[in-house]
């Protein structure tokens, strides 16, 4: 196949660009166009290429599908960053040069998008929009940034020691939102709209939500539930599978009525006081290629 290449040489694992060719080039196919990751990658789908891969982090593999949406052609995934809350979605794990090899036998599955739009935003996501913990969180990293140039594994546990921290001063806020046009309203410590199961540093908020299904997954998070999420992220930085259970509901329309500060995937987004946004999900927006072995 024809491949057009989406990279981030800057991504968790630092997998050069000759590595990278010689790898695709050794399975057969063809690279035909690079894309940096921090340039514009809606060319990447151009012809003449036949499949585009997105080589990287979360981010460049968000990019490389918002990048993909609309065309014809399918999309490949490389994991090369620290969280690869995308490709854990998926099932896509393993060697890269075993994911390289399926491309071969791979079967396309669709990938759908999130929109956000009110208050004078219209955004497309991946991972999923939320106020609460994650956006805290953020927000912390922004202000005071955490160490760079560090091995992914010590990236994600330096995260996960900043989310606890977060967590311990974290008030719950009154939310006021529709789902489905059913109006609830309460004080969450969490809300997350998300379209794949993890976000941040791999936190399996929503175990049973899929990119593929035509519908988001709500998770909400109480007073009640702070111990399970202090336990949940005590797991991890132990190096033990934890397990979450937050209430969950699945959804294909969500109205916020009265957000503050949002993280639209890695991005946070101020909203206007009192202005509503509306998420809404567009189904099968991109053909994703998964292993066999991940179907």
């Known amino acids: 196949m024809r491949i057009s290449l989406i990279h981030n040489q800057a991504s968790g694992r630092r997998v050069a660009l000759p590595s990278l060719r010689a790898l695709i080039e050794r399975e057969g196919h063809e690279l035909v166009r690079v894309v940096d990751h921090s340039a514009d990658a809606s060319r990447a789908a151009d012809p003449p ?35 690869n809350n995308i490709a854990f979605s998926l099932g896509a ?5 075993d994911q390289v090899r399926s491309w071969h036998g791979a079967q396309a599955r669709p990938f759908d998008l999130g929109v ?27 202000r005071r940034p955490m160490r760079g140039g560090e091995p ?3 990236q994600l546990v330096r995260a996960l020691r900043r989310y606890a921290q977060t967590l311990r001063r974290l008030r719950p806020r009154r939310w006021s939102l529709r789902l489905d046009g059913e109006h609830r309203e309460d004080e969450f410590l969490l809300v997350e709209v998300l379209n794949t199961r993890a976000v941040g540093p791999n936190l399996d908020l929503a175990p049973h939500a899929t990119p593929s ?23 991890r930085l132990a190096g033990r599978d934890g397990r979450l ?21 890695d991005e946070l987004v101020h909203v206007t006081p009192q202005s509503p946004v509306s998420i809404r999900i567009q189904a099968a927006a991109v053909n994703v290629l998964v292993p066999a072995t991940a179907q």
């Open 93 to 97: 794990s393993g060697p890269i040069e």
């Open 245 to 265: 259970a937050l209430p969950s509901e699945r959804t294909r329309c969500v109205d916020l009525l009265n957000p503050d500060v949002l993280h639209v995937d």
């Open 152 to 154: 992914p594994p010590w």
């Open 49 to 83: 290429a036949e499949l585009v891969v997105a080589a990287g982090g979360d981010g460049t593999v968000a990019d490389a599908i918002r990048a993909a949406a609309g065309s014809d052609l399918p999309l490949a995934v490389l994991p090369l960053g620290t969280a």
């Open 116 to 142: 956000l739009q009110g208050a004078g935003i219209d955004k497309r996501f991946v991972e999923g929009v939320g106020g609460g913990l994650v956006e805290a969180c953020m927000t912390s990293i922004r």
């Open 213 to 235: 299904d035509g519908a988001l997954t709500i998770v909400t998070a109480r007073e009640s539930d702070r111990g399970a999420l202090a336990a949940y992220l005590d797991d």
